[in-house]
Every structure is written in C-alpha cells, then in structure tokens.
C-alpha cells in the first residue's frame, strides 16, 4: 500500500494502518534522535514521542512537501526539545553529551570496522551539525529538506555541511593516522 493510501485510511480513522507507516519510518527517526541525543534509551523515548506527535497531528500534514520530510521535522525538533530541556535539568550541556557516549553494540555492527571509525567521528560534531550529516548523506535529503526539517537557512546549512566534512575529514586523519582517503575510497 502506497503512502498517501495509508494516510487516507489513518485519516478516516483506520488505526490498523498506523503501524504501517511507522514500520516504514522508525529507523529514520530512530537515527536522527540517536544523533541528535547520542543516547539509545532517549533516543527510543524520543522515537515514540515522535510518531504519537506524528499520528496526532496527521491532520496537518497536507501533502504538499513529501511525508519523510514532514516526520524528519518533529523528529529533529522532538530530540532539540529533549536535548535542551535536559540540558536545564542538568545545567551543563556537556553533562548531557557525556552520558552514553558509546554506542550501543545494535548501533555497530562489529563486522563493519568503518561504520565504527564514522560513528565515533560523527560523534566529534555537535548533536545538531551530527543531525545535518546523517540528512544530507545518509538520508539523502536535499539542502532545501534540510532547510524544512531545521528551520536554518540554505547558506547556513551549506556552510555547516562544509565544516563538518572538513571536521570529520580532521578527526578521521587523526584517527586513521592518513588512511582517511584510503577508507574512503574502498566504500
């Protein structure tokens, strides 16, 4: 069943036909919280919040933009609004960054030694620039989505994805010790 099909059926008050559509988008969501959050437990806290925001404001969807654009945007904004409210919780920022730092061993797979070197470099960014990197390349969402999900300009947006590829390009130097290019290149 095609997308709009299944919010029509949502819509007219077919709840079977929610579970669809979050089976459909659980992991995008999932990665945006856990980049923004860097935390699995608040990350799959945050992915509920998400998709029960999601299912409450359907109606406000109209269909003019695509739907994974709509869903990546209270995503972003529910894990902002996480981060920031814990960061009054705690006083500290830096506090919050802290806490589960590593990656659950679901997040890597451990046959996979180049996902792990980019996860920990991902993790050099800050949560909202990580957010903007998994958009762009691993969402291939376009400067103009990106503009939509964050409410940051389109030169904003393209200057942070310049100084975070410059960034990760520094801290995968450092970590592979010059193999950067020879990583990158055999993907």
């Known amino acids: 069943m095609d997308e709009s099909n299944t919010i029509a059926l949502i819509l007219a008050g077919d709840r079977s036909a929610f579970p669809l559509l979050m089976e459909r988008y659980v ?7 856990y980049r923004v959050l860097r935390n699995e437990m608040d990350a799959e806290e945050v992915t509920q919040d998400v ?9 406000e969807f109209k269909g003019q933009g695509k739907f994974s654009t709509w869903l990546y945007s209270i ?11 814990r ?27 180049r996902s792990a070197i980019l996860e920990k470099a991902l993790r050099t960014l800050t949560p909202e620039d990580a ?5 762009f390349y691993l969402e291939e969402f376009s400067v103009e989505e990106i503009v939509t999900v964050t409410g940051i300009g389109a030169s904003n947006v ?11 390009h520094e801290v995968l130097q450092q970590q592979l010790k010059g193999e950067t290019w020879t990583l990158m290149m055999s993907a």
């Not at 998709?51 to 109606?59: N, T, W």
């Not at 957010?131 to 958009?135: D, E, K, R």
Request: hydrophobic share 40%.
């Open 27 to 33: 992991h995008m969501v999932h990665t945006v919280a």
């Open 51 to 59: 998709f029960v925001k999601a299912y409450q404001r359907l109606g």
């Open 75 to 85: 995503a972003y904004r529910t894990a902002i609004t996480s981060i920031r409210s």
């Open 87 to 113: 960061k009054k919780a705690t006083g500290s920022l830096d506090e919050l960054s802290a806490v589960g730092r590593e990656p659950s061993a679901a997040m890597i797979d451990p046959i996979d030694e």
């Open 131 to 135: 957010a903007v990197m998994t958009m």
């Open 158 to 168: 393209k200057v942070k994805l310049h100084r975070c590829r410059k960034r990760l």
